[in-house]
């Protein structure tokens, strides 16, 4: 097996360097190789974990030429519905077999000690794919249940706002300097997923500050995160569930430093709508209509609480009792 492994990833890699179909920065290393062994070490699905590890950044033209190198190894795919039940789990999703596709992928990915990254077009749901795969790894992985860590990168977002920062905290008449964390911080310390949206908008600097969370850790020792802001506890113990799945545009992820990029697993996004399948957009019509249906009666409920909250009734009320005292009066300069 392990021969048709590295048998495979050298002719790969020389199809892919002839071909030149995909960015260069994200380029085939030996990691590769040991990625798909762990994944095979962990009774992982062998065609899925090479469809991920050596297709997940590619679209679907040059996926079909890896499955067509495949079938030559003999490697079977197995049929699975384990992943459409978990899609199933997600609120409002419309189920399709490219999603069905990214979330595997992701999935695998995480299970098997590796970060993401998940390339698209604008819209084209990144970003709800991802918090759906990071809310369904972390209730499976936390008991207790956390809320979801979510960053939406921009060019000015800074170190301190993902991993804290000292501030000045007034209590029983003293002033102290204590340590703040932020939601990185947090995830790192639980175990958990976190989302950084737009990945590719990050300054430099923060990119930097991850690249050494991210480096791989060979023992116990070295599996902590720097976190200097923090003057108490300057070491941070990485979480062995602590896990990131980043966004990011197609044509934005040159912008990323290559070496940051080569430390996540690439995975791409197809377009899932297909306006030669009519029953699909029937289907994705129908899922929206029910979101905003009940966003929309929710969001009446909250409109009817605010209205009692605010005294409307006594409004009204007084409004009466204005009309009756009008009538009296009327009634008494009759008399």
Known sequence: MIRNIVNLHYEWVE????????NEMICFT??????????????????????????GRYKKNDKEKLKQLINGYRINKKN??????????????????????????????????????????????????????????????????????????????ECTELIGSQKL????????????????????DEGSCIVLDNINEAPSRVIER??????????EEEKYFEVQENTKNPKL???????????????????????????????????QISFKEIKGIKKLIQILANKYQKEYYKNNKNINKNLKNNNVKHIFEKKKKKKKNKKKKKIIKKN
């Open 169 to 188: 905290i007034s209590e029983n008449g003293k002033d102290e300097l204590r340590f703040e964390p932020g939601f990185l911080y947090n995830s790192i």
């Open 210 to 219: 991850l690249n050494g969370l991210l480096d791989k850790k060979n023992n």
């Open 15 to 22: 199809w892919d360097k002839k071909n030149n179909s995909q």
């Open 237 to 271: 113990k990485i979480h062995r569930n602590f896990r990131i799945i980043a966004t990011s545009n197609f044509d934005k992820i040159n912008q990323i430093s290559p070496a940051f990029v080569n430390r996540f697993q690439v995975i791409t996004l197809e377009d």
């Open 80 to 157: 699975k519905e384990e992943i459409k039940k978990i899609a199933k789990t997600f609120e409002y999703c419309y189920i399709n077999n490219s999603l069905l596709e990214v979330v595997n992928s992701i999935l695998i990915s995480l299970r098997n000690n590796q970060n993401v990254i998940l390339l698209g077009n604008n819209e084209s749901g990144l970003t709800q794919i991802a918090e759906w795969c990071a809310i369904y790894f972390n209730k499976i992985n936390i008991e207790k249940g956390v809320n979801l860590n979510i960053c939406y990168c921009t060019k000015n977002l």
């Open 30 to 55: 030996i990691r590769e190789i040991e990625s798909v062994i762990e994944c095979l070490k962990n009774e992982e699905d062998e065609y899925d974990v090479i469809m991920t590890v050596y297709g």
